[in-house]
């Protein structure tokens, strides 16, 4: 049987497991109204910086990546019922919070759909820690550093491919033009700058790795969303109805995603040479020379867990802009339909 909202919870003392798989909830007997929860508001502002920090603090939280199939499945039916209005009885708000943020962390925004797990953000930080600290460990040698530059790019590929903006099919061929690009940048980046290192300090030959990621970052992201460049990106009112498609908004849309991508990628690549650079100095580092690897993997990780949300949020992943930056065609469909009454629009900018 269904009900609908408000909801009356159980007795004192009890615990629900029903509706909350691999977990219980002990539940008051106070009835709880859920007549005006929004399941899609925001719990913080998302016009600040701290809110959207907090935002992604949840969703990209690296635990979910753990959480079974069958309860994410369970966390998708949860949110579409309370976005219906229609709930088990005995639901609680923590139930249907917890159900948001394994949606928000597991399923595509724009279709709803499951994303694969390694692209999902909230991989970022297990994906990224083990990578960026091998990156950093085998920079010497010039095998290893197309090795790694290579795996690297398939995982960002993987990544920006999986957070793009969905209403903006992309084909294989460009995917595939798209990831033999980046992968050829990065790596023509880091054998080129290792090249020209060779007689630099040891600490400079450290900061290849970032370098060709950064440069990879600026080609893998707009060619795996080209599409989005030359069709535009689906942009909406204020109600989520949409209004039509935008070159403007998705050039916006992804240059926030590449800056977004190279800060997060930016303190652990820059400080930990650093860090290492000392720290190798020391005489017992010189003795346990197998453990460097597995010290910058885990630091890598230190910096990760902070940095993907701060990076994150940067910026709205819900962006607005003024209806006169777009193209005038466009400006000309929103003034014939909406007048003056619509000075902003929205898009999905995708991570």
């Given amino acids: 049987m269904q009900a609908r909202v408000p ?7 009890s615990c629900s497991g029903a509706f909350f798989p691999g977990r219980a909830l002990c539940v008051s007997n106070m009835e709880t109204d859920l007549s005006g929860f929004n399941i899609d508001a925001p719990r913080w502002d998302q016009c600040t910086f701290l809110g959207r ?9 690296p635990r979910t990546v753990l959480v079974p199939e069958r309860e994410l499945d ?4 949860m949110v579409e019922k309370s976005r219906m209005g229609v709930v088990p ?10 159900a948001k943020k394994l949606y928000d962390s597991a399923f595509h925004p724009d279709t709803g759909e499951k994303m694969n797990v390694i692209g999902r953000m909230s991989f970022q930080v297990p994906g990224g820690m083990i990578i960026t600290g091998f990156m950093l460990q085998f920079y010497r040698t010039m095998p290893a550093v197309i090795f790694w530059q290579w795996v690297n790019q398939s995982f960002n590929a993987l990544v920006n491919y999986t957070n793009r903006n969905a209403a903006s099919p992309t084909s294989g061929r460009q995917m595939a033009l ?19 290192t060779k007689r630099a300090p040891p600490l400079v030959g450290r900061w290849v790795p970032f370098a060709a990621v950064a440069a ?29 498609h935008s070159r403007r908004a998705a050039a916006i849309g992804i240059t926030q995603v590449v800056i977004s991508r190279i800060t997060m990628a930016a303190p652990g690549m820059i400080l930990l040479p650093v860090i290492m650079e000392r720290l190798e100095k020391l005489h017992f580092m010189k003795k346990v020379k197998v453990l460097h690897a597995p010290l910058q993997v885990l630091l890598s990780g230190c910096f990760l867990i902070f940095m993907v949300p701060v990076a994150c949020g940067l910026f709205p992943q819900k962006c607005e802009l003024s209806v006169s930056y777009l193209e005038s065609e466009l400006q000309d469909t929103i003034k014939a339909k909406y007048g003056e009454l619509m000075p902003y629009i929205y898009f999905n900018k995708g991570l």
């Fill in 178 to 196: 798209s990831y033999i690009t980046a992968t050829t940048t990065a790596v023509a980046t880091a054998v080129g700058m290792n090249m020209l």
């Fill in 7 to 13: 909801t009356r919870a159980a007795s004192v003392g």
């Fill in 89 to 98: 009885p005995g639901t609680q708000v923590e139930q249907l919070l917890y």
């Fill in 53 to 61: 920090v907090k935002h992604f603090f949840n969703i990209t939280d």
């Fill in 216 to 244: 990879a970052n600026c080609v893998n992201i707009p060619m795996m969303r080209q599409q989005e460049l030359i069709q535009g990106i689906c942009v909406k009112d204020r109600n989520n109805n949409e209004i039509g």
């Fill in 74 to 77: 369970w966390a998708k039916v």
